[in-house]
């Protein structure tokens, strides 16, 4: 088992950064694949970014490229998601994953590991 912690969300006004952070621990040499989800009231849960093991390749959705940036320290077991030019509609509780394929793609399924989730709000 890969237990994922995150930290780092808030509140925070449109324009401004926030940083999320997200520790892995456990087996976490069985996962390769690290990624970034959100979910807002009422709406499915939907990708954000992902990182490879070796932090080689990252994917973004549309909604966020040129804004976020995802990165992750392997002798550390995290990822974090710079988040730059915050708009309201990136309000949502975000979710660290971390899948077992050494292929990135943006669907849940390809994760096999969910963190408990961080709430990002922003004011406009």
């Known amino acids: 088992q890969v237990q994922l912690v995150e930290s780092g969300g808030g509140l925070v006004q449109a324009g401004d950064s926030l940083r999320l952070s997200c520790a892995a621990s456990?087996?976490?040499?069985?996962?390769?694949?690290m990624g970034w989800f959100r979910q807002a009231p009422g709406k499915e849960r939907e990708f954000v970014a992902a990182?490879?093991?070796?932090?080689?390749?990252?994917l973004y959705d549309d909604s966020v490229q040129g804004r976020f940036t995802i990165s992750r320290d392997n002798a550390k077991n995290t990822v974090a998601l710079q988040m730059n030019s915050l708009k309201p509609e990136d309000t949502a509780v975000y979710y660290c994953?971390?899948?077992?394929?050494?292929?990135?793609?943006?669907?849940?399924?390809?994760?096999?590991?969910w963190g408990q989730g961080t709430q990002v709000t922003v004011s406009s």
């Open positions: 994953a971390a899948g077992k394929s050494w292929v990135i793609r943006p669907g849940r399924d390809e994760y096999n590991y």
């Open positions: 990182i490879s093991w070796n932090g080689g390749s990252t």
């Open positions: 456990g087996r976490t040499f069985s996962v390769n694949s």
